[in-house]
């Protein structure tokens, strides 16, 4: 029998902490969760300096007209929230249903998916990283045939405990492959809903630049080529952290521009879309991903790229 490598065993070992840790989380409350994310946010802030540099630095691009004091508070925030959306992974995959239901403390705009299916449509949930998104996909698996794609985690041991979670509602994952478009594709001619991330930065040669908050991103265009197959509808959906309490789940109106079969003005109305969810509560979202790297790979040559050459 072929005995584990040192890395492999080490990988293994931090899986299984780490789904222990999430199976411990799961029993607790979210209003526990919340309060020992108030405790750890701040630890973060000061002591994981890349995280802090990040949030910050799109801060000053986004919100260019806060101050000091303003954009660090708002920064503060930002990176509890992201401290709870982690602790709160367990609660989203692994406790009982029941208990994440009645965490769900209202759902808004959820005409907008019935009314897309009684026209025979398929909808699009563009679900921007924001509040806490594990919830929202619990919810849509609850309630709809849901379809999203998946890309397994690095620590691949965590890769079963992960889709499991995911999973377990009913959703059905698909790789980020050209075979995980065509389910897709199928799902929405089902008059189905799927699960978009519309704030990734895409391969290159799968996306365009588009203006996020008056700042060119680099934003995917699979979005245009599923509409135009598909005649879908699209929506943006949130799962909105009610601090102490539970979440509120948001479906909002896409931006028009979406249906476009222009790629630039189509990715602008995804981003338009996201940043009509953020303003819900802009302390929700995950400032610390790196949205403008591939600009400012391709800006090298300006006078202050050396301001953001480790970005």
Same mark, same amino acid.
């Given at each position: @029998?072929?005995?584990? +490598?040192?890395?492999?065993?080490?990988?293994?070992?931090?899986?299984?902490?780490?789904?222990? $840790?999430?199976?411990?989380?799961? %029993?607790? #409350?979210?209003?526990?969760?919340?309060?020992?994310?108030?405790?750890?946010?701040?630890?973060?802030?000061?002591?994981?300096?890349? &995280?802090?540099?990040?949030?910050?630095?799109?801060?000053?691009?986004?919100?260019?007209? $806060?101050?000091?004091? &303003?954009?660090?508070?708002?920064?503060?925030?930002?990176?509890?929230?992201?401290?709870?959306? @982690?602790?709160?992974?367990?609660?989203?995959?692994?406790?009982?249903?029941?208990?994440?239901?009645?965490?769900?403390?209202?759902?808004?705009?959820?005409?907008?998916?019935?009314?897309?299916?009684?026209?025979?449509?398929?909808?699009?949930?563009?679900?921007?990283?924001?509040?806490?998104?594990?919830?929202?996909?619990?919810?849509?698996?609850?309630?709809?045939?849901?379809?999203?794609?998946? &890309?397994?985690?690095?620590?691949?041991?965590?890769?079963?405990?992960?889709?499991?979670?995911?999973? %377990?509602?009913?959703?059905?994952?698909?790789?980020?492959?050209?075979?995980?478009?065509?389910?897709?594709?199928?799902?929405?001619?089902?008059?189905?809903?799927?699960? @978009?991330? #519309?704030?990734?930065?895409?391969?290159?040669?799968?996306?365009?630049?588009?203006?996020?908050?008056?700042?060119?991103?680099?934003?995917?265009?699979?979005?245009?080529?599923?509409?135009?197959? +598909?005649?879908?509808?699209?929506?943006?959906?949130?799962?909105?952290?009610? #601090?102490?309490?539970?979440?509120?789940?948001?479906?909002?109106?896409?931006?028009?521009?979406?249906?476009?079969?222009?790629?630039?003005?189509?990715?602008?109305?995804?981003?338009?879309?996201?940043?009509?969810?953020?303003?819900?509560?802009?302390?929700?979202?995950?400032?610390?991903?790196?949205?403008?790297?591939?600009?400012?790979? &391709?800006?090298?040559?300006?006078?202050?790229?050396?301001?953001?050459?480790?970005?």
């Amino acid at each position: @029998m072929t005995q584990p +490598t040192g890395n492999t065993s080490r990988l293994f070992s931090k899986a299984s902490a780490i789904s222990w $840790l999430w199976r411990q989380l799961s %029993r607790w #409350p979210v209003t526990r969760l919340w309060r020992i994310s108030s405790v750890l946010g701040p630890v973060v802030y000061r002591l994981n300096k890349r &995280e802090r540099w990040v949030t910050e630095r799109n801060l000053t691009a986004v919100y260019p007209a $806060l101050s000091n004091a &303003e954009r660090h508070a708002l920064a503060k925030q930002s990176l509890k929230h992201s401290t709870a959306t @982690m602790l709160e992974l367990g609660h989203a995959w692994m406790a009982e249903p029941q208990k994440v239901e009645t965490n769900i403390l209202a759902v808004y705009g959820r005409d907008k998916l019935d009314n897309a299916r009684t026209e025979s449509r398929g909808v699009i949930v563009l679900a921007p990283h924001f509040g806490n998104w594990e919830v929202l996909n619990f919810w849509l698996s609850s309630h709809f045939p849901f379809t999203a794609m998946y &890309e397994p985690p690095k620590i691949i041991d965590l890769d079963p405990v992960i889709r499991h979670g995911r999973e %377990r509602m009913g959703a059905s994952l698909v790789p980020t492959n050209p075979r995980g478009v065509a389910a897709l594709l199928k799902a929405l001619k089902r008059s189905e809903a799927i699960g @978009m991330l #519309p704030d990734q930065e895409p391969d290159w040669g799968s996306g365009v630049f588009a203006p996020f908050f008056g700042r060119d991103a680099y934003t995917a265009t699979l979005l245009p080529k599923l509409v135009a197959r +598909t005649q879908a509808r699209v929506v943006t959906g949130v799962a909105l952290r009610v #601090p102490g309490k539970g979440f509120e789940i948001h479906f909002l109106e896409a931006d028009e521009r979406v249906y476009s079969d222009d790629d630039v003005q189509s990715a602008t109305g995804v981003n338009a879309s996201v940043e009509a969810a953020i303003s819900l509560d802009p302390a929700q979202y995950q400032w610390e991903y790196k949205r403008y790297r591939k600009v400012v790979q &391709e800006q090298q040559k300006l006078a202050n790229y050396r301001d953001y050459r480790l970005y």
